[in-house]
């Protein structure tokens, strides 16, 4: 059984700079394209960025150029690195597989506000 559990959420002035950790039970990110998703208050959950097994990544586009995503296999562990934080990046953000999320991996999430 697959656990991801997210961290490193807070509150930080725009302009600021968050870096977001999901830690795996067990290596899933050879075999698993990976996700951080995020949802606002009254809005659906989005892709945020995404890592293929490969190496390839992509971005939402409200995000390219701020943020970068990244994983360490020896730690069992997904990064998010994310800079030039603004107020539309509050969210509570988590990470699962992509492009299809499983649904027992949803955790907890980690809450970003970003103050303006």
């Known amino acids: 059984q697959v656990q991801l559990v997210e961290s490193g959420g807070g509150l930080v002035q725009a302009g600021g700079s968050l870096r977001l950790s999901c830690a795996a039970s067990?290596?899933?990110?050879?075999?698993?394209?990976m996700g951080w998703y995020r949802q606002a208050p009254g809005k659906q959950r989005e892709l945020v960025a995404a890592?293929?097994?490969?190496?390839?990544?992509n971005y939402a586009d409200s995000v390219k150029g701020r943020f970068t995503i990244s994983r360490d296999y020896a730690k069992n562990t997904l990064y998010l690195q994310m800079n030039s934080l603004k107020p539309e990046d509050t969210a509570v953000y988590y990470c699962?597989?992509?492009?299809?999320?499983?649904?027992?991996?949803w955790g907890q999430g980690t809450q970003v506000t970003v103050s303006s």
């Open positions: 067990r290596s899933i990110f050879s075999i698993n394209a």
């Open positions: 890592l293929a097994s490969g190496g390839r990544t």
């Open positions: 699962n597989t992509h492009p299809l999320p499983v649904q027992r991996y």
